[in-house]
C-alpha cells in the first residue's frame, strides 16, 4: 500500500523558514519515472504545484516561487522536504505531498501513450503564517 | 505558462441529473488532462488521465472527453456523494504541471 504523511510546524511567523517533511512509503523514490511532488492549497482555494523531485534527482520548481524553494531527500527515512523562505500570511495553505509514476496506456489510435498525474496523495498539512 | 480556466465555477444538480464540467486550456495539450475530485478536508483523488482513461475503482458514471483545448468530465447520474470540487490537470510539458481553478458540484 502507498502512503504519504506530510509532517512540519502548524504556525510560522513572517520571514521565518519552513520546512516540511514527506515520509512515504510503499513504492521506491528510485525507481524508473517514479516522483514526488509538493502541492499547495489556500483556504477556500485553487491547487497550486511548487516542486518535483524525480527518481534520478533531479528538481524542477515553479517558477514564480523558484527562488524561495529547496527540495530535496532522504533515501534512507524515505523522506522528500521542502523548504521555503521568507514566508509571508499570503503562504498560507494546506501543503500536500503527492506521488507521480508514469501511467501507460493506448490512445484510441492505438498508440502508446504516457499520462504523468498525482496518483496518491498525503493527507496534507496546514501551515499558518502569522506574527 | 499554460493557463486552464474551468467552467462554472458552481453547478447545482438534482440527484440522478447529469453534470457537465468544462476546462479549457490556453494551448493544445493534445490528450494531456487529468481531472481530481476533492471532497471537504480531504486530498485531491485522481479520477480520469489521459483526458479520457478512468481510473481503477472509479464508477463508471464518471467519464472524460475532450481533445486539445477543450474538455469535459461528466456524471452521467449524479449521486449524493458525488458533491466536491473538481479540479483539471494539464501535464503537456511535465513538469511543471497547473491546475484549473475548480468547479464545485452541489446538489440542487
Known amino acids: 500500500q502507498v502512503t504519504l504523511r506530510e509532517s512540519g510546524p502548524a504556525l510560522v511567523k513572517p520571514t521565518q523558514t519552513l520546512t516540511l517533511t514527506c515520509t512515504f512509503s510503499g513504492f521506491s523514490l528510485s525507481a524508473n519515472g517514479m516522483s514526488v511532488s509538493w502541492i499547495r492549497q489556500p483556504p477556500g482555494k485553487a491547487l497550486e504545484w511548487l516542486a518535483l523531485l524525480d527518481w534520478d534527482d533531479a528538481k524542477y520548481y515553479s517558477t514564480s516561487l523558484k527562488t524561495r524553494l529547496t527540495i530535496s531527500k532522504d533515501t534512507s527515512k524515505n523522506q522528500v522536504v521542502l523548504t521555503m523562505t521568507n514566508m509571508d500570511p499570503v503562504d498560507t495553505a494546506t501543503y500536500f505531498c503527492?506521488?507521480?509514476?508514469?501511467?501507460?496506456?493506448?490512445?484510441?489510435?492505438?498508440?502508446?501513450?504516457?499520462?504523468?498525474?498525482?496518483?496518491?496523495w498525503g493527507q496534507g498539512t496546514m501551515v499558518t503564517v502569522s506574527s | 505558462e499554460i493557463l486552464l480556466t474551468q467552467s462554472p465555477a458552481t453547478l447545482s444538480v438534482s440527484p440522478g441529473e447529469r453534470a457537465t464540467l468544462s476546462c479549457r486550456a490556453s494551448q493544445s495539450l493534445n490528450r494531456n488532462l487529468a481531472w481530481y475530485q476533492q471532497k471537504p478536508g480531504q486530498a485531491p483523488r485522481l479520477l480520469i488521465y489521459?483526458?479520457?482513461m478512468r481510473v481503477t475503482g472509479v464508477p463508471a458514471r464518471f467519464s472524460g472527453s475532450g481533445f486539445t483545448t477543450e474538455f469535459t468530465l461528466t456524471i452521467s447520474s449524479l449521486q449524493s456523494e458525488d458533491c466536491a470540487i473538481y479540479y483539471c490537470q494539464q501535464y503537456l510539458y511535465w513538469p511543471p504541471s497547473t491546475f484549473g481553478q475548480g468547479t464545485k458540484v452541489e446538489i440542487k
Open positions: 489521459g483526458a479520457t
Open positions: 503527492a506521488r507521480s509514476r508514469p501511467l501507460n496506456y493506448y490512445d484510441d489510435s492505438g498508440d502508446e501513450q504516457t499520462a504523468n498525474t498525482f496518483d496518491v
